[in-house]
């Protein structure tokens, strides 16, 4: 399955149901919170009573983030898709520290070439990358990514929207329980 797909799979997951749309960072540590709560929700509304939609959003402030997104979008461009995406993004998560500068400017971290991240990435989602990081038609979906945050006035992550509109109530500290009220509220 190492095969190229002729454009990345969307980060949806489910059908039907209110739209949960959630902006993310990959070395965040409030995004990883928030990620770690998406499979309890995922499975509180079931495939068909909830749509989840992950939105990349890159932050200058991590100094890795944006081949980090770029490398969780190329996944995305395999075969199986949004699966590989979701692998690395899960792998980066539970590993987050390995690709963070300490204080965000600091650290071993501070040697790391681009080609030993995604080698990182590679190893640790267990999900080759190097092709996919490599296409040049990539940046659309990027951009795409960073226009559709922009769009709705998404400044930082994580960032919760239902049914299109941004809710400021919610947070990846917050109950899972908190975020099914809000959904079912809709």
Request: glycine share 8%.
């Amino acid at each position: 399955m190492n095969q190229v797909t002729t454009i990345p799979d969307p980060l949806v997951w489910g059908q039907g149901g209110p739209v949960f749309e959630v902006f993310l960072e990959p070395t965040c540590p409030f995004s990883a919170i928030a990620f770690g709560k998406l499979p309890s929700l995922q499975k509180e509304f079931g495939e068909k009573g909830l749509v989840l939609k992950v939105w990349l959003q890159s932050q200058p402030w991590h100094m890795f983030s944006g081949i980090i997104c770029r490398a969780i979008l190329a996944a995305s461009c395999r075969a199986d898709g949004k699966a590989s995406a979701w692998a690395v993004m899960e792998a980066i998560y539970a590993q987050r520290e390995s690709f963070e500068f300490e204080h965000h400017c600091s650290g071993p971290n501070m040697d790391v070439t681009p080609n030993a991240l995604i080698e990182r990435i590679e190893s640790v989602g267990s999900v080759p990358l190097k092709v996919q990081f490599a296409r040049h038609d990539l940046d659309r979906e990027i951009k795409r990514h960073v226009k559709y945050a922009r769009q709705n006035g998404i400044q930082a992550s994580p960032t919760f929207m239902i049914n299109g509109i941004v809710d400021p109530g919610l947070g990846s500290r917050d109950p899972i329980g908190n975020w099914v009220d809000a959904l079912r509220k809709v």
